[in-house]
């Protein structure tokens, strides 16, 4: 019986102190809740902070504006070497030296980590961090990067910087003569590889009237938004440039984008593996932008699709189905042939262009901007055989009157 008694009471202790330690768990469990959630709302009231997140080219611009105003803490980058590509005028070069276009060159940026910056008076924290997306279908796409910018009160402070970042971008863009190139990684990304100095359309030897009615008609889309809004037409624009390689249709895609100071988006065709690769090139690329699909013969023939993409999902997206306000779509072909109708009808495509070998005078002007001086020269039976790859590449290897001999002999 005494046993049983002291059993019983152990037992019942035992109990006791597990209900009441169950309670204590539960009690500092809810504690704990609170105190989070109370550190939260003071958070949210004394902290405010920006999100970048990398799709988004206010990422890249952090990123420059971060260089090239806080170096000294710029102490943990990531280094990668890049290809970039250079104009005559920013290459010395000897008598009779080839110039090579493009060079590499190492391009940093910074690695996740936290600092500290002073703007106006204030305090700024700004951390770039890295998430692991679980759904990533390759290594490009595996992580995804982002900046958080925060203070203690001062919103007004974040904001005046986000706009000094926009503004220093803007600046930086147009006094070093640069534009953004985008390239397709084809897993539904778009990379800002380098930014690169434009031709201007005076550099792009084509025919002089043939540029006239292509500026004329860029320009009449450009004045022409408010009349496209009133009308309820999507406020898009598209243009194929066609004929022999090798005569500038690239070159005149790029110019197109700096003469109106946009950033230019390129698609390497066999990227476009699907459908769903296709909707998200439409639908992440940046308003009034410059959309180029090269060599866009290759992606079907005539409506057979030539992999998984179908012509009805290109045919939608061109078609406004992810409209970008003031896109710009320009396509280039050596086949212009092997091109469905229904692919280039007005709507999808509303200014056509063939650029052909250049003519005779097209020639002399551009051998006039080679070697930066007149040249009294005649036709002498010119045939118009080389296009205009090879009219630099002959100007590029020799001296100038054997370049002359050679080009223009009968």
Sequence with gaps: MIKEAIQGIIDSQFLSGAFLLSIMAGVILALKEVVKKLYERIRRRLVYMVRIEQLDELFLFMERWLKAHHNKEYRNVIASLQEIHISYADEPRNEGESVSLKREEVKYRQENDTIFIK??????????????????????SLYFDSFEISTFFYKSKILQLIEEVIDYNQRFKTEQNKREIFTWDGYHNWNNLYDVKMKSFDQVIISERKKEDLKKDIDLFMQREKWYLEKAIPYKRGYLFYGSPG?????????????????IHTVTISEITDDGSMRSVFSRVKSNSVLL??????????????????????LNCLDGVFYKHGL????????????????????????????????????????????DCPLDIRKNGYDARYPMSEIQNICMSGEMQPTITEIFAK
């Design 293 to 314: 699909f090269e060599d866009v013969d290759t992606m079907f023939d005539k409506r057979k699709s030539k992999n998984r993409l179908s012509f009805s999902t290109f």
């Design 119 to 140: 703007y106006k008076g204030v305090y700024v924290k700004i951390f770039k961090g890295r998430e692991k997306l679980e759904n990533a279908n390759s290594l490009a």
């Design 328 to 371: 710009i779509v320009i396509m280039t072909t050596n086949h212009a042939e092997k091109l469905d109708p229904a692919l280039i009808r007005p709507g999808r495509i509303d200014f056509k262009m063939e650029i052909i070998n250049p003519q005779f005078d097209e020639v002399k002007s551009y051998m006039e901007l080679f070697y």
């Design 247 to 263: 005569n500038g249709k690239t070159s005149l895609s790029v110019a197109i984008a700096e003469y109106l100071n946009r950033s």
